[in-house]
């Protein structure tokens, strides 16, 4: 047995499934999880020394590929002053007045330890601004482990059967209304439904978590009048997209000005970080000026603040997101080529440097068009990548990150892998 199937078996018997959390587990590609030793740049190293080129960037936070160097210094200097206080401390400022310039709706902003306390927040707190009770959400789109936003979801819940989770009570969702994604007429009946009690529309404006697929036809902005006309919030959840595909999301490519925004992922740097914010007229109404309780013994730690820090201003500096631009283009030509050498017409989507190839030849737009996509095909196709040394996602509907750290040479051995296993699959 190799390390990593050592290490499996002993995670099994003490950790459910052997991992913890379900979207690193192989079942879905009928398999076993490699362990990973160590990671830097573009790379990972797994427990038997085996190198791979990674294109999950820790789902998301590795924008400047892994254990970058000015992150790392900025982590065993803050280390060196303490690990937490539970007291405020300046890079806690420093950290939201940096996320109030980078994110243009956001006027003031509370730090929490992941997406889903963002999102979970954001919602309790668009429900005691409103004084309203139902949201709506998109059917795919996924906010975390959330009760009330664990209907219809994406991400590991899709990938493994189980989009409306058990142990979510039917009285926990019944606020909660889907609806399918890019679909004016549902959201427009939903309104009309139950327009005077719906508190919020949360959505990824670029949904990514059950393949990656885009709004059509100013979705967005239909979904900013539309709420705006009932006075409900606009909540996007930029978890995945924030500080990613721009300086300030999705939000600042499309000009959408919503009124709550979810972060996390990169601006933790790797560490444990969530964050929303949105009008302030709105964030007072937390505690302890405003009556929507919301806390965290850890929230604003200064290890996790400066790690966060360190990241947003490697961004900042220079031509960050011209470069993830660069080398996305450079990979979507080359795998646009070698599906069309390889005599077909696969769907492939990106933004940046997030990306998503779909087997299947239709468009795709919302969940449905998603699953269109052939799990046969993706199965063999994911081993043949792994086996080259490039590590996807072992699930068709996850999205792919590009680092800073990913060079022309790592793009290009990518490519090619990309032709071979599209030719193996025959
Ligand atoms: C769009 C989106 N929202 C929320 C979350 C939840 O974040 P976390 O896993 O940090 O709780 C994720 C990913 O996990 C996400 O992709
Ligand atoms: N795109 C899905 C995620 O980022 C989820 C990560 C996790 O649940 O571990």
Same mark, same amino acid.
């Given at each position: ?175 909660? /209304? ?8 549902? *959201?427009?009946? @939903?309104?009309? +439904?139950? &327009?005077?009690?719906? #508190? ?81 007229? /709105? ?8 009556? *929507?309780?919301? @806390?965290?013994? +850890?929230? &604003?730690?200064?290890? #996790? ?7 947003l201003r490697e961004l900042l500096e220079g031509n960050a997101y011209d470069r993830l631009e660069q080398l996305g283009a450079r990979l979507e030509a080359g795998i646009r080529e070698a599906i069309r050498k390889h005599g077909r017409n696969y769907t492939f989507h990106r933004a940046g440097s997030m990306f998503c190839l779909f087997f299947t030849e239709e468009e795709v737009y919302d969940l449905d068009t998603a699953q269109k996509a052939s799990k ?51």
């Open positions: 047995m190799n390390q990593s199937a050592q290490l499996f078996s002993r995670a099994r018997a003490v950790i459910p499934g052997g991992v913890n959390s379900p979207v690193r587990a192989f079942r879905n590609v009928d398999g076993d999880p490699f362990f990973v030793q160590s990671a830097k740049g573009a790379y990972i190293t797994d427990a038997d020394g085996r190198q791979l080129i990674d294109y999950i960037g820790t789902w998301g936070p590795a924008i400047l590929g892994h254990a970058p160097e000015p992150v790392l210094n900025a982590v065993h200097a803050a280390v060196n002053r303490g690990l937490g206080y539970g007291i405020p401390a300046p890079s806690e400022v420093d950290m939201a007045e940096m996320i109030v310039r980078m994110v243009p709706s956001v006027e003031k902003v509370r730090m929490v330890n992941s997406g889903t306390e963002a999102t979970m927040s954001a919602i309790r707190l668009a429900r005691g601004y409103t004084g309203r009770r139902k949201i709506i959400k998109f059917i795919g789109c996924y906010h975390g482990h959330v009760d009330s936003l664990l209907v219809a979801a994406g991400s590991g819940a899709l990938t493994f059967g189980e989009p409306d989770s058990a142990g979510v009570p039917r009285e926990m969702t019944q606020l909660t /209304i889907t609806v399918p994604y890019n679909d004016r007429e549902a *959201v427009k009946k @939903a309104f009309e +439904l139950h &327009g005077r009690d719906i #508190a919020a529309v949360i959505l990824e404006p670029f949904p990514a978590n059950a393949g990656l697929y885009f709004p059509q036809n100013g979705f967005l902005h239909f979904l900013r009048k539309i709420t705006r006309q009932y006075d409900s919030l606009l909540i996007f959840d930029e978890v995945m997209t924030g500080f990613r595909v721009a300086p300030g999301g999705v939000q600042q490519l499309h000009g959408i000005t919503p009124d709550l925004t979810c972060m996390g992922k990169v601006i933790g740097g790797g560490l444990p970080v969530g964050a929303f914010g949105g009008r302030a007229e /709105i964030m007072d109404c937390l505690s302890p000026l405003g009556s *929507v309780y919301q @806390a965290g013994t +850890l929230s &604003g730690n200064p290890v #996790a603040m400066a790690a966060g820090l360190a990241q046969a095909l993706f199965k063999p196709f994911f081993w043949n990548m792994l086996e080259q040394g490039v590590y996807f996602a072992p699930s068709p509907y996850e999205t792919g990150f590009i680092s800073l750290a990913h060079t022309e040479e790592d793009i290009d051995r990518t490519v090619e892998a990309v032709h071979a296993s599209l030719s193996r699959l025959g």
